[in-house]
């Protein structure tokens, strides 16, 4: 089992340097899915090299579509697919694959997937999208494991979606589904996402007719099967990846600057690091921070996770990192999924102080020393944030289960080495 073998920094600000943000990994996931809708190829530019793009790539190509893949570009050609079955192995495993049953629904009538997998980062119900689809007239039926969709004769029909929490796949995979039904689908309490827009921009630009995205009311009117006319889409930067670097340089930089951001799309982030102490300076696609190492720098704050334009659910656990370095108490309230705190235990074991007072919120008492660990990713998000603790310790650090972490961070060990960070990749 190979691992990340990291020497801290024992608390001093020594990296600095250059990351480049890439593609975001929750729009280009999007916009594989979308290719579904398209009579053309879809082009991509800035395509994020990343664990769980590729599977949904795979996906794409076992169900008989068309992929290639180079420097950061994809080509998707779903226009051949010969199947209506999502891959169960893969989709199984990936939660972002349910996204495919929209445009799936809406071009061929029929779809049949498993329960989508992903990480065990809580509940997370399919309700929404089996109640959705029977909104549209869909009938939907569940025969052992896998869930049978079948839309009405003459294909999915318009309706009103409102949804009882908002939901950024619900928001995309109706969006989508949506652009080839019958009649006018209005989506409410729908989620406003950077990502969202980005999808539906890129399916106007294809022909479909897409109102208020990035509001909390979208107005879909389905047309025919759209065109790319040899378009070239290029995937906005990855607001996730480079909020986590951003933490990063606010614990351990001299000076780091993230280039390739829109730095709009972070301003929840950028306002917290801000108020508590950190030094922030923006450009128009650069961010540069520097970490603050005078004694009682950093304050403590609490923070409540919620969607876009909140603070992000996907920050919430390097920020508890960050947290565990400023001077006092912090709250951390995490409102969308309530098994996403569970990783506190073993920063406790690596010497933070943090109380679980329930599944939804710790109490982070700082500044307290923290020591190299052997630990074990357990989702996505918490794995990039044992690797910050771990750069931030004092002696050395071993983090297994990396596939995890590459399941959203292109080329980890290689980037951080850039700036300074004593990482390896071992087996």
């Given amino acids: 089992m190979s691992y990340l073998s990291i020497k801290g920094l024992s608390g001093k600000a020594t990296i600095g340097g250059t990351v480049k943000i890439v593609g975001a990994k929750n729009a280009a996931l999007k916009a594989i899915a979308a290719s579904i809708l398209f009579r053309s190829p879809l082009l991509l530019d800035n395509v994020p090299d990343i664990e769980d793009v590729s599977r949904m790539l795979e996906i794409i190509r076992t169900m008989g579509g068309s992929v290639s893949v180079a420097s950061h570009k994809a080509t998707i050609d779903a226009s051949t697919l010969s199947s209506t079955t999502l891959t169960p192995e893969i989709s199984k495993r990936l939660r972002s694959s349910i996204v495919l049953t929209g445009p799936m629904l809406a071009r061929h009538g029929l779809v049949r997937f498993p329960h989508p997998g992903g990480c065990v980062i809580g509940e997370r119900p399919i309700d929404l999208f089996v109640e959705g689809f029977i909104k549209m007239g869909a009938k939907v039926k569940k025969v052992g494991k896998f869930y049978h969709v079948a839309a009405p004769k003459g294909g999915l029909r318009g309706g009103e979606l409102f949804f009882r929490t908002q939901s950024v796949t619900g928001t995309e995979t ?65 607001r996730i990846e480079a909020g986590s670097f951003l933490i990063l340089g606010a614990l351990a930089a001299k000076k780091l600057t993230v280039t390739n951001v829109i730095p709009e799309h972070l301003e929840s982030l950028t306002e917290l690091l801000t108020y508590t102490g950190t030094k922030i300076s923006t450009t128009k696609n650069s961010i540069t921070v520097s970490a603050n190492k005078k004694k009682g720098g950093l304050c403590a704050v609490n923070i409540r996770t919620h969607e876009y334009p909140g603070f992000p659910t996907d920050l919430q656990a390097p920020m508890v990192v960050y947290l565990t370095q400023a001077e006092g108490e912090s709250l951390m309230f995490e409102t969308i999924f309530e098994g996403r705190l569970n990783f506190t235990e073993s920063l406790n074991r690596m010497g933070a102080n943090i109380s679980m007072m329930d599944p939804h919120r710790v109490i982070i008492r700082g500044s307290t020393t923290i020591k190299g660990s052997h630990l074990e990713s357990p989702d996505l998000r918490a794995g990039l944030a044992f690797v910050i603790a771990a750069i931030i310790a004092k002696g050395e650090s071993k983090i297994y289960n990396v596939y995890n972490i590459d399941r959203g961070y292109e080329r980890i060990e290689e980037r951080l080495r850039s700036i300074g960070v004593c990482i390896e990749r071992k087996e």
């Fill in 174 to 238: 109706f969006m989508m589904a949506a652009v080839l039904s019958r009649g006018v689908t209005t989506i409410k309490n729908a989620a406003m996402e950077p990502e969202i827009v980005w999808l539906a921009d890129l399916l106007n630009a294809s022909g479909a007719k897409i109102a208020g995205a990035g509001t909390p009311t979208v107005t879909i009117t389905g047309v025919q099967l759209l065109d790319a006319k040899k378009k070239v889409f290029t995937v906005i930067p990855d």
